[in-house]
Nanobody, 124 residues
Framework: QVQLVESGGGLVQAGGSLRLSCAAS????????LGWFRQAPGKEREFVAA????????SYADSVKGRFTISRDNAKNTLYLQMNSLNAEDTAVYYC?????????????????WGQGTQVTVSS
């Protein structure tokens, strides 16, 4: 089992920045494929970004490319999502996800493990 705990959400003005964190425990963190998803009110959960356990492989949704950056610190067992140039459409609950088997499972939205989520609200 993997436990994922998100933090860093909050209220920010449009154009501002936030950094989300996801602390993981329960498995060897460096061998986990990781990702971020979000769910806005009345909408389905959608993929935001992913990073493989091997250095160098990342994926982003078109809507966040150039604004969001996913990264991981294997020494701290923590996943990050740096979000810049936020707008009202980024308002959502953000979820951390992990998979110990296949990277594409994270990108496809079917990871083994999910966090509980953290709220991000962007005021316009």
């Amino acid at each position: 089992q993997v436990q994922l705990v998100e933090s860093g959400g909050g209220l920010v003005q449009a154009g501002g920045s936030l950094r989300l964190s996801c602390a993981a425990s329960g498995r060897t963190f460096s061998r986990l494929h990781l990702g971020w998803f979000r769910q806005a009110p009345g909408k389905e959960r959608e993929f935001v970004a992913a990073v493989s356990w091997s250095v160098g492989t990342t994926s982003y949704a078109d809507s966040v490319k150039g604004r969001f950056t996913i990264s991981r610190d294997n020494a701290k067992n923590t996943l990050y999502l740096q979000m810049n140039s936020l707008n009202a459409e980024d308002t959502a609950v953000y979820y951390c996800a992990a998979d110990a088997r296949v990277y594409r499972s994270v990108v496809a939205g079917t990871p083994q493990y999910w966090g509980q989520g953290t709220q991000v609200t962007v005021s316009s």
